[in-house]
């Protein structure tokens, strides 16, 4: 599975040809618990990926998570605990910590998206716009956030941007080229750039239109323009601060690259616990 073929790849990455710190411990031959705790607010998620990180490295560490992905976690709360041999918990110690403080940070940026779309019929949605590797967990990320998924690759979804519609010779040859050699039960988006794009996308078949980069002004012209033959999403210029002018439209999506490539790791701590 990709997840663990991620998780074999960072601790690769990190271990190399041996931990030259943990080593020393290993002479040891100690146990010991460390525990999880949370130096910021925030939603966790990751937990089924900083467990397989032990689990990969020493069959003999338990890990044991008090909460599950999607739970609302305070600062100074430990969350979690790790038992086991103390130089095989070092040795995984900052790989399980990257996969948590990374999702539970996207998670937690893409809960505070949805929170200013309370009360609308507006779905949040991710993009393609991930870190290379790493897209499964991120949009897993994003789900337990609350957010949707927008297509998972190219080979889930028909997107027609620019370069596709250029390719091709405009919009109605573009969707007549990706019709005739797709599934019918594959929904065909369409990347717009104006009104014009807008009104020929909605003529010519499309199933959701996405009006990039409109102003809010425009936004509404376009509404009007396809007028209910399409589904419309939104991208483009989208900020949470921005999001509440937006609300009020009569859209069905809103996309939001910023999800995932910037939101902001958080703060997690792996702590021995002595005596």
Same mark, same amino acid.
């Given at each position: 599975?990709?997840? @663990?073929?991620?998780?074999?790849?960072?601790? %690769?990455?990190?271990?190399?040809?041996?931990?030259?710190?943990?080593?020393?411990?290993?002479?040891?031959?100690?146990?010991? #618990?460390?525990?999880?705790?949370?130096?910021?607010?925030?939603?966790?998620?990751?937990?089924?990926?900083?467990?397989?990180v032990?689990? @990969?490295?020493? !069959?003999?560490?338990?890990?044991?998570?008090?909460?599950?992905?999607?739970?609302?976690?305070?600062?100074? @709360?430990?969350?979690? !605990?790790? %038992?086991?041999?103390?130089?095989? #918990?070092?040795?995984?110690?900052?790989?399980?910590l990257?996969f948590?403080?990374?999702?539970s940070? #996207?998670?937690?940026?893409?809960?505070s998206y949805?929170?200013?779309?309370?009360?609308? *019929?507006?779905?949040l949605?991710?993009?393609?716009?991930?870190?290379?590797?790493?897209?499964?967990?991120?949009?897993?990320?994003?789900?337990?956030?609350?957010?949707?998924?927008?297509?998972?690759?190219?080979?889930?979804?028909?997107?027609?941007?620019? *370069?596709?519609?250029?390719?091709?010779?405009?919009?109605?040859?573009?969707?007549?080229?990706?019709?005739?050699?797709?599934?019918?039960?594959?929904?065909? !988006?369409? %990347?717009?750039?104006?009104?014009?794009?807008?009104?020929?996308?909605?003529?010519?078949?499309?199933?959701?239109?996405?009006?990039? *980069?409109?102003?809010?002004?425009?936004?509404?012209?376009?509404?009007?323009?396809?007028?209910?033959?399409?589904?419309?999403?939104?991208?483009?210029?989208?900020?949470?601060? *921005?999001l509440?002018?937006?609300?009020?439209?009569?859209?069905?999506?809103?996309?939001?690259?910023?999800?995932?490539?910037h939101?902001?790791?958080?703060?997690?701590s792996?702590?021995?616990?002595?005596?």
């Amino acid at each position: 599975m990709l997840r @663990e073929r991620l998780i074999q790849l960072a601790l %690769e990455e990190d271990i190399g040809t041996g931990d030259l710190t943990a080593r020393a411990f290993r002479k040891q031959n100690k146990r010991g #618990i460390f525990k999880y705790l949370a130096k910021d607010d925030f939603i966790l998620c990751g937990t089924k990926s900083a467990s397989l990180v032990f689990e @990969e490295l020493d !069959e003999d560490i338990n890990v044991r998570f008090y909460h599950e992905d999607g739970a609302c976690l305070k600062k100074g @709360e430990y969350f979690g !605990e790790v %038992e086991g041999p103390i130089y095989s #918990i070092l040795t995984g110690e900052r790989t399980s910590l990257n996969f948590l403080q990374r999702l539970s940070g #996207i998670a937690t940026e893409t809960a505070s998206y949805v929170k200013e779309l309370k009360g609308t *019929n507006i779905r949040l949605l991710d993009t393609r716009k991930t870190t290379p590797g790493w897209r499964v967990a991120e949009k897993y990320a994003v789900l337990t956030g609350g957010g949707h998924n927008h297509r998972m690759g190219l080979f889930d979804g028909v997107m027609l941007k620019d *370069n596709h519609i250029d390719a091709a010779g405009g919009i109605k040859e573009a969707v007549d080229l990706v019709k005739r050699n797709i599934p019918s039960t594959v929904k065909v !988006e369409v %990347e717009v750039r104006d009104h014009e794009e807008a009104r020929q996308a909605a003529e010519y078949g499309a199933d959701i239109i996405m009006l990039d *980069n409109f102003a809010v002004e425009d936004i509404q012209k376009a509404i009007d323009i396809i007028n209910k033959r399409a589904k419309i999403e939104i991208s483009g210029g989208i900020r949470k601060e *921005n999001l509440k002018d937006y609300r009020n439209l009569d859209i069905d999506y809103i996309s939001v690259g910023a999800l995932t490539h910037h939101a902001t790791s958080v703060d997690i701590s792996l702590k021995i616990q002595k005596g």
